[in-house]
């Protein structure tokens, strides 16, 4: 089947410092990528939707200075968290569109970042 | 506005027996309809979807879930619970399954021995 993967899969920082998240379709290309935000026991909720060579679409709420969404390629997004702090922490999940076919939808395994 | 209910935070069942989880939505169209399920530090792994046709769907591990139009539900079940379905289900609804997803708050299921 389809995998998507995210890298790192576990990351610590320090507060003030940016991490960069990575969501790749490892088997496909995806034409749309989603970034969604899961806090400790809770709901995932979407942050952004991410086309390949366009702008990213951010939720209400989200802001898009600090969640720098890059999708420069059918197979790869990047989540850049700048200026981090400890609030930020959380897991981040991406899920990818598979271009062609029925445009399933496929979920990474998750990041989750840890800002001291 | 589009929201899915998922009205029970924490079930413990007993392995061997049956399982059903609820989940509600409020959706203007006709949704496209998911259960999700996470292991503790995971990503997700769908169980099964509803797009259209027969309302009993039957997904992977043994689980189904029945679209209830008049009910706006969409339940998931399983005849006889195994201790390795311990996780938290996510139910989610969609304007088609390639597209973004709003999800419930989600169910723990503890399988007690």
């Known amino acids: 089947g389809a995998v998507v993967s995210q890298h790192p899969s576990w990351v610590i920082c320090k507060s003030g410092t940016s991490v960069k998240i990575e969501c790749r379709s490892l088997?496909?290309?995806?034409?749309?990528m989603f970034w969604y935000r899961q806090f400790p026991k809770q709901s995932l909720m979407l942050m952004a939707t991410?086309?390949?060579?366009?702008?990213?679409?951010?939720e209400q709420g989200v802001e898009k200075d600090k969640f720098l969404i890059n999708h420069a390629s059918l197979t790869l997004s990047t989540l850049t968290v700048t200026s981090a702090h400890p609030e930020d922490s959380s897991f981040y999940i991406c899920?990818?569109?598979?271009?062609?076919?029925?445009?399933?939808?496929?979920f990474g395994e998750g990041s989750r970042l840890t800002v001291l | 506005a589009q929201s899915v209910t998922q009205p029970d935070i924490h079930i413990t069942v007993s392995e061997g027996a049956s399982l059903e989880l609820r989940c509600n939505y409020s959706?203007?169209?006709?949704?496209?309809l998911f259960w999700y399920v996470q292991s503790p530090g995971q990503g997700l792994q769908l169980l099964l979807k509803?797009?259209?046709?027969?309302?009993l769907v039957q997904g992977i591990k043994g689980f189904e879930a029945e679209f209830k139009r008049s009910q706006s539900s969409f339940n998931l079940r399983k005849p006889s619970v195994h201790w390795s379905d311990a996780a938290e289900y996510f139910c989610?609804?969609?304007?088609?399954?390639?597209?973004?997803?709003?999800f419930g708050q989600g169910t723990e299921l503890s399988v007690k021995p």
């Open positions: 989610a609804v969609g304007m088609d399954q390639g597209g973004k997803l709003i």
């Open positions: 899920s990818a569109v598979r271009r062609a076919g029925t445009g399933e939808l496929f």
């Open positions: 959706y203007g169209a006709t949704p496209y």
């Open positions: 991410s086309n390949e060579g366009s702008k990213a679409t951010y």
């Open positions: 088997d496909f290309q995806a034409t749309t």
């Open positions: 509803y797009f259209s046709g027969d309302t």
